[in-house]
């Protein structure tokens, strides 16, 4: 019977505990019923081969009791391509808890991303519970145009990265229509990704700066600006030695494969 009494007040003590963590927390328990207005998603990716493009952004709330607009400021370094057409409202009908804005992105150029970034403004931060809403109250528009890519024959693709140079043969090359923009399409296979290249007239190539594709963990990586001495191209007609860095995490390993061109 001690023990039990004992147990008893020990309960009694941790009720009190619990009751008064509740009081001193009230602000934060009754802060969900507040709008907690926030982007659906960080970032809202679109590829398109047109000029001009429509981009719609989803914002969310909690609950969906009468009207609510709320204000937010977009911005970007890529100037003359966007315009914000919700002109920096987004409107949640009453009965709604979402609303969409529309971002227009215009004067698109094949083969160039760009970026359109949105932000809510100090009121609408202010409504949102950090702790249980952990609001999206800055996001990103990203638009990629892309080529219009037409077939440009194939290669033989040998690779001295992973294997012990093993050829695989007929795989795809792509032009991207009226550029001087080519592509090996997903040249290790099990959709690792493209390598991109430019020709010049006179048969020469060159990798694209920037990552390419990635296979078992480690990533097809060419800089010239930093790492010329690593990466460069040899050819001889239609073979092409291309000199290229592995990128794995932060570290970098020295990479090569081959390709015969047949067009």
């Known amino acids: 019977m001690k023990m ?12 009190g505990l619990l009751t008064s963590c509740d009081t001193d927390n009230e602000a934060t328990v009754y802060n969900v019923y ?6 659906a998603d960080a970032t ?7 000029s001009s493009v429509e981009v719609k ?12 607009t709320v204000h937010y400021t977009g911005s970007s370094e890529d100037e003359g391509v966007f315009t914000d057409l919700s002109n920096g409202e987004a409107i949640f009908a009453d009965g709604s808890s979402t609303a969409t804005v529309t971002i227009k992105a215009e004067n698109l150029e094949k083969g160039q991303e760009y970026a359109y970034t949105l932000k809510l403004d100090e009121e609408s931060v202010a409504t949102a519970d950090t702790i249980i809403g952990n609001p999206i109250t800055v996001a990103e528009v990203v638009v990629m145009c892309d080529y219009n890519w037409v077939a440009a024959g194939t290669c033989s693709f ?5 294997s012990d140079g093993e050829v695989i043969e007929g795989v795809k090359i792509e032009n991207g229509e009226g550029s001087n923009v080519y592509r090996i399409v997903d040249a290790y296979g099990k959709g690792t990704g493209n390598i991109t290249f430019t020709q010049n007239l006179d048969g020469t190539i060159q990798l694209q700066n920037g990552k390419h594709c990635t296979y078992s963990g480690y990533t097809v990586y060419y800089d010239t600006v930093n790492y010329g001495g690593y990466c460069y191209v040899e050819n001889e007609a ?3 030695v291309v ?3 592995l990128l794995n995490g932060s570290s970098l ?3 090569n494969f081959v390709f015969v061109w047949n067009k």
């Open 4 to 15: 039990n009494k004992i147990l008893m007040g020990l309960a009694i003590i941790a009720g």
């Open 34 to 39: 507040t709008p907690n207005v926030s982007f």
């Open 44 to 50: 809202t990716n679109l590829v398109t081969a047109e």
């Open 57 to 68: 952004v989803t914002l969310t709330r909690f609950g969906n009791s009468g009207a609510l």
């Open 158 to 162: 040998v690779d001295y990265n992973f």
């Open 238 to 240: 239609n073979t092409y």
């Open 243 to 245: 000199n290229h860095l």
């Open 253 to 255: 390993y020295l990479g």
